[in-house]
Every structure is written in C-alpha cells, then in structure tokens.
C-alpha cells in the first residue's frame, strides 16, 4: 500500500504539480522562494521515485524477513535454481532496479552537467582574459567590441565580462547597475541553481514538471538578480541599463544581463514594486518547500510508526 500511494505521488506529481506551482501568482513577487519551491517539487519526485521502488524491495513493515528473501532468491539464481515459485523477490528485485536506475541517472546526468560546465566556464575565462583588460575600478573585464553587453562566468575564478560598447553607451550609474546584477550572480552561485533544473530535465526529458522548471529557474533567477541589485540601485535606472544591453548574446558557459527574460523583467521593473511576502506568507512558503521534500519520507515512515507506537509494550 505504502509502495501504491508513493507510486501515485510520484506520477500525478511529476504531470501536474507545475499546474499548480503556477498558479501561484505570489511566487512570482518572490523569485527566491519560487526557485526553492520548483527545486523541492522536482527533488519530491525524484525521491519519491526512488522510495517506491526501494519499498518495493524493502517493505518497511517486514524489512528483515524480505531482506532474508531476497537473498535466498538471489541465492537460488546463482545456483541454477528455478526462482518461479518465489514471485515476492522478482518484485524485489525489480524495485531496487527501478531505484537504483533512477539514482544513477540522475547522479549520472548532475556530474556531466556540473563537469561541461566548469570545463566550458574555464576554457571561456581562458579566452576572454587573452583579449580582455581587467579595470580595477568597475571590478570587471573590459572586452573591446561594438555591441552593448554584459555578463558573469560563475564557478572558481570568476568574473564579469563588459563590452566597451556598454561603457560608451551607459552612463556610470547604469554600469553600476548592470555589473551589480552579475555580482548578484556570482555572489549567490545562481549557476548550481541552474546546472540542477538543467539535470534535471536531461536525466527526464519526458517529465513535464521537469520541462516547466528548466524555463522557470532561469527566469526567477534572474528576477532575483534584478531584486539583489535593486537594494543599490533605483528600480528605473536598472531598467534602463537592461534595455540597452537585451539584445546582447551571452555565451553559453555565463549569464547574462540580457536575453529572453529581458523584456518580462524591464516590464516588472518599471512597475510599482509588488509588497514582501508578509510573514505568514513566508511561513506558508516554508512549509510548502519542506512538505515536498519530506513528504515522501513521511508516507514511508509514518506506517511503521504508527504500528510501533502502538504495538509496543514498553509504551501500552
């Protein structure tokens, strides 16, 4: 029963839980607990995933006695014996296949992910610093080219890139604002952020909750950049410098100040800052992104403990 209502979870979750995420319209006015609440309802899945499939081989209420079964069946299979009449270690086996797949998979797609991308941010700094003069006063590296841009590459070593388009184009105060934005990046380490919802849907690309978080991660995250360098600077002038460098191609080991995002974000920025999340909403924010992260745990548990309590003698 546990394994049904975790298999249950697992598929109406990962179909239909970015339906409701995003009709959340207060996440948008708080781009950090949005990133958090996407990231644990996709973390929900991929563990209740893996749940399913271990109580499948592992029952919790009868852990030993099918722990002994499952042995006795692997057992009888190196010995040349037929296993047919044990039909309760096949499903055992078969659940920890399914949760060990889904484990490596997606162990397997986090490391290519974080691995392309430190080399890519490093052979990109490599490059950019052979034609590029670090100024000391902007805190970034000056690249001489036509184009209004701006962007980070995040990691070990980094930096921020601008154009000497972008100074010609800009006065001081927008510069300020722009490069406070890619500090914002580089300070939060947006690019892990980033690097999960990207693993994510390349271990599953069929998972529609998956799909919907690798457009949304990237936009909040930016929204919160913008929201980082709004503490310095006015909401107008941010606005401002963005539209300027919207256009600009950012490569694809950095991030930058423009891209797709752009016009969402100047269309936020010139309008009337929406209010905080008061505190009960935050509170409510915070009990939603643990409900999806210890949920499936608590279903597994919460059975056993229940008979435990009650069956104990040292406690009846």
Known sequence: MIALVLGAYT??????????????RRLGHAPRLSIAVWLAGCGSVIVSGMLTGLE???PSHAIGDELAALLTACSELLAGHSAAATPR????????????????R???????????????????RSAVRLVGRQDRELGALVVRHDEPAAY????????????????????????????????????????????CAQALVRAFPWIPLFVRASREVPRHVELLADDVAAR????????????????????????GAGGETALI????????????????????????????????????????????????????
Do not use: N
């Not at 107008?236 to 991030?255: D, E, F, N, Q, R």
């Open 11 to 24: 598929t109406l979750a990962a179909c239909t839980l970015h339906l409701l995420i995003g009709r959340v």
């Open 56 to 58: 499948l081989a592992f």
């Open 89 to 104: 270690p096949l499903i055992a086996l078969g659940g920890l296949l399914a949760a060990g797949l889904i484990f490596v």
């Open 106 to 124: 997606v162990g397997y797609c986090t490391a290519s992910v974080l691995f392309l991308g430190r080399r890519g941010r490093a052979q990109h």
């Open 152 to 195: 980070c590459v995040p990691g070990r070593g980094g930096l921020i890139v601008i154009t000497s388009g972008t100074l010609a184009t800009l006065g001081r105060q927008h510069v300020a604002a722009v490069l406070a934005h890619e500090r914002a990046h580089l300070a939060g380490r947006h690019h892990l952020l980033l690097a």
């Open 232 to 255: 310095e600077h006015p909401r107008t002038v941010i606005a401002a410098a963005l539209i300027a460098v919207a256009g600009a191609s950012t490569p694809i080991a950095a991030m």
């Open 265 to 316: 974000r100047i269309r936020r920025l010139l309008s009337p800052a929406s209010p905080a999340l008061c505190r009960r909403e935050k509170i409510l924010g915070a009990l939603g992104v643990g409900g999806l992260l210890a949920g499936p745990a608590v279903v597994l548990v919460l059975p056993s403990l229940i008979v435990f309590l009650a069956t104990c003698p040292a406690l009846t």
